[in-house]
């Protein structure tokens, strides 16, 4: 399953997949899910299993989206207001931070 348009609203991100299944992310979800040695490494220092942002420490324009961009065939890279743009987002990874009510349905079971 690929991307077939990624658009940049708001305050999401959406993606249409290849299978039709369609998916929002809010910007601030998005940010503190960047998977990127930088913002998993401070989450590891503040003790955190998940990777974890201190939302705090940055200033707004962290969670402003500015562009994105495909990286192979397999990830999505974004570019951030504070110029952050070193997380690799994969598709299984943005598929599992789909806030549809079938997909949080299904990470429930
Ligand atoms: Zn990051
Ligand atoms: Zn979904």
Not at 20 to 44: K, M, Q, S, W
Not at 54 to 79: N, P, Q, T
Request: net charge negative.
């Amino acid at each position: 399953m690929e991307p077939t348009n990624v658009e940049i609203l708001p305050n999401d991100l959406a993606i249409n997949w290849s299978d039709g299944h369609e998916t929002y992310i809010d910007f601030v979800t998005l940010r503190n899910a960047c998977p990127c040695a930088a913002c998993r490494g401070e989450g590891h220092l503040w003790g955190k299993t998940a990777p974890t942002i201190d939302a705090s420490k940055l200033g707004a324009d962290a969670f402003e989206l500015m562009s994105v961009s495909g990286v192979g065939s397999y990830a999505i890279s974004f570019v951030w207001g504070d110029k952050h743009d070193s997380g690799i987002f994969s598709y299984t990874l943005l598929k599992s931070l789909c806030q549809c009510d079938s997909c949080v349905a299904e990470r429930a079971e």
